[in-house]
């Protein structure tokens, strides 16, 4: 009787074991995948050096899709919204105000520059910088409005101005 407890345990774990290796529809990709990586996540271009520092900010979220570029201090700032279509290591987007249209390559990837854990650099668009950063715990999570978004990209720079040195 134990034997075939034993097997089945076996089978059990290891059909597990590669339906999370191999994946399934449902499950996400992992975030280290640069497709994936770019996505629900605030990226900024550089910490701010005070509160009258210009950041630039880039976030797409899967939510709804939309997304922002944005450029901001602690005392102005200005914002377009967009919609956008991911495809592989491409961004569709569309800005509604205007109807202008860019398609966007990116690349996100780990790594260790200026104090960041991500880095991303974008190609072929008219908003925004080429290059961004990110950190862990700078993901967006919930986020269903553009208000929404505003107010949290707002208080991530903010706290980035008022964070000591």
């Known amino acids: 009787m134990k034997k ?10 290891v059909g597990y074991g590669a339906y999370r290796v191999l994946g399934s529809d449902s499950a996400p990709r992992a975030a280290t995948d640069s497709d994936q990586l770019v996505l629900d996540r605030i990226w900024i271009d550089h910490m701010p050096r005070n509160d009258k520092d210009v950041v630039n900010v880039f976030v797409a979220i ?14 102005k700032g200005q914002y377009e919204l967009f919609q956008y279509t991911a495809t592989g290591s491409e961004l569709r987007i569309v800005y509604p105000q205007s ?4 398609t966007v390559k990116h690349k ?4 260790t520059e200026k104090q960041m854990d991500f880095c991303l650099e974008l190609d072929g668009g008219s908003r925004g910088v080429k290059r961004y950063y990110s950190r862990e715990g700078w993901e967006v999570d919930g986020v269903k409005s553009a208000t929404e978004l505003r107010e ?3 208080a991530h720079v903010d706290a980035l101005v008022s964070a000591p040195r």
């Open 4 to 13: 075939p407890l034993l097997i089945l345990a076996l089978v059990s774990t």
């Open 62 to 75: 899967t939510e709804q899709p939309f997304g922002a570029f944005q450029a901001s201090s602690s005392w």
């Open 99 to 102: 109807g202008e249209r860019d």
């Open 108 to 111: 996100a990837r780990r790594c």
């Open 152 to 154: 949290r990209t707002d």
